[in-house]
């Protein structure tokens, strides 16, 4: 800042703010999005200055306070076009009404007189940059971070999940509410996808910072996913190693079924093959959650150097206890087998002489085959947080048809690390040399 009073000249240069001392208040703002309101707060700046009187010349720094800082600021929150939480415009009013300052240097109290000119001048300056300042950290650098989570990504080499928002956020005087599309799809058919007929969730606590809302919905379009996929029948379908009491049972069971085949097939190993044959279904009660998984368990002998030669079909139904848990911003589940029936697609007869086979089969698909499905399932799926914000402190209710996880938020890195490590990323995308 550059100007003249009567026979003085003065330059005003590398202005700092050096302290902040704001009386803030952040709340909804109903219909509308984000208020954020600062009053009868304090600022010091630091600045040099170069005055010239006559001959003499003089230059120093100057202590200055600003005081009765009012900013009254309004985010408007949308939903953009790839369905991501937006700030599309910004209502900004600031004003400071009172601004003093103090000179140091050799003729420090001789300039104490043209205080007033100096700080009139520098707080119309404030006044006139405190708002772009506030646009353009909402308009660019706040958006920049919400445009860090997660809309439409891929989970594995499977499926993918859309977590679009239906539509524009809902403000009230207490909450934000958002209605993400909350679905799993199969990444060879996108279109292919579950039709949503779940209970609507409904928030009703306040305890916490944020509360996520899972349907039955969300859990059944994965299922149906990785079903289309494949991933089911990949860890299933495959061969298995079985405890030797299991196999000699299975060859008391079917002894004459060889023995009508080939006798010689009694030297040669028995395998067992599960298919799962529907898309599994979740069922979320207050008392927890439960998968049902129908499946076609194939008794198979294996000559060597021969095709198998099938035994017996069967098929199976199973109850899995469903575990959901939150860690971080991945959202995880544990599954225990809770219930196990087979019975034969033959006969009534063959289900009957299939009952001692249960309880062995039960055990040998906790040991062998739910720790395979936990291994793979125990990555969990992100949900939609911006980076370096974290879940902490969850805690995970179950009602009728839905889940909710309560949680407080934690921000383990600082908004404006997050914005420089960004720029240096589009930084070196836009300088690095293209590769032939």
Known sequence: ????????????????????????????????????????????????????YWLFYDEGAINASAEGVNIFTVLHLIKDKDGRLKISNVTCDAFITKMRARFS??????????????????????????????????????????????????????????????????????????????????????????????????????????????SEYFFDSGLFSYFKG??????????FQMPKDLEMLLRTTYLGTIMMLNPALMEHPLSLELEVTSPPRSTIKTSGASVAVNCNVKVLVLPPGKPAVQLSSMTMEGKFNAKVSMKGKHLAIHLDLRRFKIFSNQSALESLALI?????????????????????????????????????????????????????????????????????????????????
């Open 1 to 52: 800042m550059r100007g003249k009073e009567g026979r003085f000249q003065y330059t005003i240069k590398d202005v700092k703010i050096t302290e902040l001392n704001l009386t803030s208040d952040l709340r909804f703002q109903p219909d509308v999005g984000l208020l954020f309101e600062v009053q009868n707060s304090s600022i010091t700046l630091n600045f040099q200055r170069r005055i010239l």
């Open 105 to 214: 240097g050799t003729l420090g109290r001789v300039y104490d007189f043209i205080g007033t000119f100096l700080t009139t001048g520098m707080r119309f300056v404030l006044n006139k940059q405190i708002c772009p300042a506030l646009n353009h950290a909402a308009l660019v650098l706040i958006n920049q971070l919400l445009e860090t989570i997660p809309v439409r990504t891929e989970v594995d080499s499977y499926v993918g999940i859309d977590y679009s928002l239906l539509h524009d956020p809902v403000v009230t005087e207490t909450s934000l509410d958002m209605d993400f599309r909350g679905m799993f799809y199969d990444l060879k058919n996108e279109n292919e996808t579950l039709v949503n007929y779940a209970v609507n969730p409904v928030v009703r606590e306040y305890d916490r910072m944020i509360y996520l809302s899972l």
């Open 230 to 239: 494949g991933l089911q029948k990949q860890l299933l379908l495959d061969s």
């Open 356 to 436: 001692p086979l249960q309880g062995p089969l039960k055990t040998m698909l906790q040991i062998s085959v739910v720790p395979l499905i936990n291994n793979y399932i125990k990555r969990g799926v992100q949900i939609p947080l911006p980076d370096g914000i974290d879940f902490i402190e969850e805690v995970v209710e179950y009602h009728n048809g839905y889940i909710i996880v309560g949680a407080n938020l934690h921000f383990r890195t600082g908004l404006r690390e997050i914005i420089e490590r960004k720029k240096a990323m589009l930084v070196n995308s836009l300088t690095k040399p293209p590769t032939c």
